[in-house]
């Protein structure tokens, strides 16, 4: 029975992912910095275990008490939609820890057992604002953008011994909470960027069903996860779908 560690299931996406793995069949180890056992359904095939992205020693015990793996799914992370001018770098360094480093290294942290069965699969999730640029989403973006070409690089290295290595590209949630922390700090920004952001956040509104859900980004990390054809780089979400075929759709994993 294949088994997959999956990082930031305490909400969203990672949460869907575990659930869906565990209804089909797979020991899932989900993780997150406060394990909670309501989150998900009793299992004798589930494993709940703390993790922190942004911190070696939690990341080396949460491996060592995981065990074997078969599949990674890197999908801890934090959103930010602010104006630059007024992140401080503090912020901006957490963003890029937990999106970027956080990726690079747990994926550090599972090589050596995929090197050594020369198997194993790698998937991380992104994000389709590294597809087309945004405004207020610059360090967000920079920061998903960065395991992008991580992950494309990191395949080419990694091929030859037999892992896998995988993107996902999810569209805009309506579970994001993107606006609604933007808002809670609108004080905290220069006048010159309100417009700016209140048209971000009326834009993120108005999508309608044109969104994201939960299950759509499970649904690729599962194709990522077991399908060996699956294309490099899978966009998930009618957002995001529609965004990779226009603008490039030769690298979109979506029939034309």
């Not at 799914?73 to 937990?98: C, I, S, W």
Request: net charge negative; with cysteine.
């Amino acid at each position: 029975m294949p088994t997959v560690l999956i990082t930031g299931c305490s909400s969203g996406f990672g949460l869907e992912t575990a659930k869906l793995f565990l209804d089909r069949g797979w020991q899932v180890v989900a993780t997150m910095r406060t394990p909670s056992p309501d989150l998900l359904p009793a299992s004798e095939r589930l494993q709940l275990l703390a993790l922190d992205v942004t911190d070696a020693d939690s990341i080396r015990e949460a491996v060592a008490a995981a065990g074997p793996i078969d599949v990674l799914v890197n999908n801890a992370g934090v959103g930010l939609l602010y104006p630059l001018e007024a992140h401080t770098m503090d912020v901006v360094r957490d963003v890029f820890e937990t999106n970027a480093l956080g990726t690079i290294a747990m994926t550090r942290a599972v090589l050596p057992q995929f090197r050594l069965r020369g198997a194993g699969t790698i998937v991380n999730v992104t994000s389709a604002v590294t597809l087309a640029p945004m405004p207020l989403l610059a360090v967000y973006s920079g920061s998903k953008a960065a395991v992008n070409a991580f992950t494309e690089s990191l395949a080419l290295e990694l091929a030859p011994l037999g892992i896998r290595t995988r993107l996902v590209v999810p569209g805009a949630s309506p579970a994001t909470r993107f606006g609604e922390r933007a808002r809670a700090h609108m004080g905290d920004m220069p006048d010159a960027y309100r417009p700016t952001l209140q048209d971000v956040v009326r834009a993120f509104q108005s999508r309608g069903d044109d969104v994201t859900r939960p299950r759509d980004v499970a649904e690729a990390v599962w194709q990522a996860a077991t399908d060996p054809d699956a294309p490099a780089r899978l966009p998930a979400g009618a957002d995001a779908v529609a965004l990779a075929l226009a603008v490039q759709p030769a690298a979109s994993g979506v029939a034309t």
